[in-house]
């Protein structure tokens, strides 16, 4: 049995008091990281996704990024997130037929295997693949862990020692065969982990979730400076290695510590960009606007803010980039890594 979700509520009448005009609205945008799912509060399918994506700006096209939904009812568990592939596969043949709009909706699909199986996820893999329309573009194995009950994320507990262990690695050398990325998911505390795997396995792209996942919460909550300097030593070690990327964005969940869902008021593109511009920037500068995408991480995220506000505030974080180095971040790195054809 899992615990409750630890996922700020959605509140439509709370959002609907922050209206923003998109900054440059023509702008092509690819958002890499977004889900989507049939539960009841919230409920988030194809209707919903693009009336958040048609709220401006625009979205060309998007990555579903694996969240347990629509698996199987039966089988074995290693089985059953095949039905999830099988759903976000279904959603992008709705898109591309081109009856919901011209956004090529879950253009790539980031499913789930758990790679821990060992060398059976290796046909595991395959079985994505085969049911994927040639969209399955990486694995997501979530391995954000913290020893204190206020650091946590999602209602599925997850392992402290997933990288340690042979069988993860058995079937973690599967990806680079398939052409596959590895996504993770993980806290600032465990960028070190993430970069001696990335160091074992060169030949494998590693795109690492949510800023790389700076807490704000527990135990983390009175010493914002220190996170900020393990956050940053942490991705200094990612970023000197070729094969790693880096998803910029995440920051409205409960665990970030930001506390925007607490205001009377939803929060405006102006404070967005003045609270994580430390965060973003240096990010920016680590990894170079080459190996970083921004993501919304919707509808997780939109307990904090709109999904038009959130994407006017990266674009303000973006004002003084290159006309390159801003398609990089908003399009450009998302499609090289995801192996996207754009329009």
């Known amino acids: 049995m899992t615990a409750p979700s630890p996922h700020l509520p959605i509140r439509e009448d709370w959002l609907a008091a922050r209206v923003e005009a998109a900054i440059d609205p023509a702008f092509p945008i690819v958002d890499p990281h977004h889900h989507l799912w049939d539960r009841p509060k919230p409920r988030y399918l194809i209707d919903d996704v693009l009336a958040d994506f048609e709220s401006g700006h625009h979205i060309v096209a998007s990555v579903f990024v694996e969240c347990r939904a629509m698996y199987r009812a039966s089988g074995d568990e290693g089985v059953r ?65 913290h020893a204190h009950p206020e650091v946590r994320t999602t209602p599925v507990p997850y392992r402290p020692d997933l990288f340690e262990d042979p069988r993860f690695h058995a079937g973690f050398r599967h990806l680079a065969r398939l052409g596959l990325v590895f996504d993770s998911w993980q806290y600032h505390t465990q960028l070190a982990d993430l970069a001696r795997l990335a160091e074992g396995y060169p030949e494998t792209r590693i795109v690492i979730g949510h800023t790389g996942g700076p807490i704000g919460v527990g135990p983390c909550a009175h010493d914002r400076r220190a996170v900020f300097l393990e956050w940053r030593q942490g991705l200094k070690a990612l970023a000197r290695l070729p094969n790693t990327f880096l998803k910029i964005g ?25 609270a994580w511009r430390a965060f973003v920037e240096e990010a920016i500068s680590i990894f170079s606007a080459g190996r970083c995408m921004f993501e919304s991480n919707f509808p997780v995220d939109k307990g904090s803010y709109s999904y038009a506000v959130l994407w006017n505030a990266f674009k303000r974080l973006a004002a003084n980039a290159t006309p390159a180095e801003k398609a990089d971040l908003f399009h450009g790195t998302a499609a090289r890594v995801y192996g996207l054809s754009l329009p």
């Not at 976000?88 to 037929?97: I, Q, R, Y």
């Not at 790539?108 to 395959?126: K, M, P, T, Y």
């Not at 205001?263 to 960009?273: G, K, M, W």
């Open 81 to 145: 997130s095949i039905g999830e592939t099988e759903f976000a596969n279904g959603v992008a043949a709705m898109s591309a037929s081109g009856a919901y709009g011209t956004t090529r909706l879950c253009d790539g699909i980031v499913g789930h295997v758990d790679l821990s199986l060992g060398d059976a996820a290796g046909q595991l893999l395959e079985r994505h693949l085969a049911v994927s329309g040639g969209r399955l573009r990486g694995i997501r194995n979530i391995t954000a862990w």
């Open 250 to 274: 995440g920051l409205g969940m409960r665990v970030s510590g930001f506390d925007f869902h607490a205001r009377e008021l939803p929060p405006s593109s102006e404070d967005l960009a003045q």
